[in-house]
């Protein structure tokens, strides 16, 4: 049984220690990452799962961007722990967390990621939308919130710091 909470301050170390075991070495420089620089992630979608004991299972966080003149969620990173990965939690994180997206009222969302994986959440290659280099475009995916919502939205990904 794992239980859902919002990350708080004094989690941040825990989740970056998970985020690092999951990851690669250099994770932090990867274009996505340059677009939360100078950017708080937004508080109310920074989710973590713990199980019974209150150890940290998995976590995923979003960030705001904005594309073509637009506002979008950015999702990521999420992350599972080794020992629980194959229990369907990253799944849960992400149905959970988009869930409460909607009710905060964003209406799209987007990612870099493996389309196979969310495309069985929704997701959908988005082709006139183009991250920062040295983005894969085959790996550029889109989630609506609201019917719609990536409808005309095209153009590159700017982070929220620009303005």
């Known amino acids: 049984m794992y239980h859902l909470a919002q990350e708080t301050e004094q989690d941040w170390w825990e989740v970056e220690a998970l985020y690092d075991l999951c ?21 109310d979608l920074a989710l973590l799962a713990r199980d019974d004991d209150g150890i940290l299972a998995g976590a995923i966080r979003y960030w705001p961007v904005r594309v073509g003149g637009v506002d979008a ?13 194959g229990e369907g939690l990253g799944g849960f994180l992400i149905r959970e967390s988009l869930a409460v997206a909607k009710n905060l ?37 889109g989630y609506e919130l609201v019917a719609g919502a990536w409808g005309d939205v095209a153009g590159p990904v700017k982070s929220c710091a620009e303005g």
Not at 73 to 85: D, E, F, K, W
């Open 105 to 141: 009222s964003w209406q799209r969302v987007i990612l870099v990621g493996d389309a196979p994986y969310y495309s069985r959440f929704g997701f959908e290659l988005l082709p006139d939308v183009v991250m920062p280099p040295p983005t894969n475009p085959a790996r550029v995916l």
């Open 23 to 43: 990851f690669a070495p250099g994770r932090e420089a990867l274009s996505s990452y340059r677009l939360r620089d100078g950017v708080k992630k937004v508080s």
């Open 73 to 85: 969620l950015l999702l990521g990173p999420v992350a599972v722990h080794p020992t629980r990965q």
